[in-house]
């Protein structure tokens, strides 16, 4: 998890601003800073160092220096990706998976985001044409927040925080999303709690130029075939296979590899096969009060996900979460929130996350959208 902020403005800034706007997302990437400024752009970044972690550091930049990205995700198929823009004489001076992305730029221009298999947010700075470029993976798992000036004048970061240090956005409050929040339980985007800031819709580009400002959605190639009309066993062998081969793509890392495990089906499964192909993996779990929800049944699952652990030779951790934790930890939830959430889950998430970070586990394996998949 790393952060990016910037900008591309006419107008005069404070020197000052671009290093408020990167340091407020220090929590997001505590291992190191970026800085580039060119004319009317200037962007930063915060490094939460994964792969390649002498050699990562951003921004990313083509030879000639026309082309500078900064980037927060990975790229899954970037290995794929990088032999062939090798084989066309491009060379690399990393091997983090991000630096295709200048390169395949130079190559397909901004059809590029139709080739990356991955999560990202990512903002492109063309500076031949003064264009700046950002985008958004197909699912939106990677946060990205923009606010317009003016057409084609930009600000965005990774979480709204890091646009808050530029003067002139407007920071009213949305009523409509305000409205909506009781619903939904959160905002539902591109809405955000304040008027003036927008979330970049997923699988979305912005471009903003000379021309003004424009948002583009880009094709998803990722789709697979739908599984309708074919036998049962078929269907299952295939489900194996894709979600097999999303989680191993997914192992990518340097540093050591942990997993939430709740003792669900698929988080069971996300951690069965991590440990397949890792030599040591660190598993994490909460455990609540052994309380009867009427909602969910029975809240605690801590010894299933135990005994799961056990079964696969991971190295398990139980975090006791109490009422207490939850009123020590309501200020941390809400500012890491960045705006409205109400799904208390997410008091668990911060629990088993800071545990992992203090055993040294810089990398969770867990399954945004499983629930729909597996059924929770």
Known sequence: MCGIAGYKTSRWVDDAVLPRMVEALHHRGPDGAGFFR???FAGGMRRLAIV????????????DGTITMFYNGEIYNYRELRQRLEAKGYRFRSNCDGEVIPFLYRERGEKLFELLDGMFAVGLWIASEQKLILARDIPGEKPLHYAELAPGEIVFGSEIEALKPFL??????????LWDFPTF?????????????????????L?????????????????LAPLCGRDDADVVAETQRVVEEAVKSRLLSDVPVGSFLSGGLDSSIVATISAKHLSTLDTFSVGFEDIDDPYHGRADESQAAADTAARI?????????????FKDEIDRFCR????????????????VSKAAREAGIKVLMTGDGADEMFGG
């Open 38 to 40: 060119d004319g009317d």
């Open 52 to 63: 390649d972690l002498a050699h990562g550091e951003q921004p990313f930049r083509t030879e």
């Open 168 to 177: 002139g956005i407007d920071l009213s409050l949305d009523r409509q999303a």
């Open 185 to 205: 339980l959160w905002i539902p985007e591109p809405r955000t709690v304040y008027r003036g800031i927008k979330a970049l819709p997923r699988s979305h580009i």
């Open 207 to 223: 471009i903003a130029d000379a021309k003004g400002s424009r948002l583009q959605r880009f094709e998803n190639k990722f789709n």
């Open 313 to 325: 030779g991971a190295r398990h951790h139980t975090i006791r979460v109490t009422g207490r934790t």
């Open 336 to 351: 890491h929130g960045d705006q409205p959430f109400a799904v208390s889950s997410g008091f668990g998430i911060l629990a």
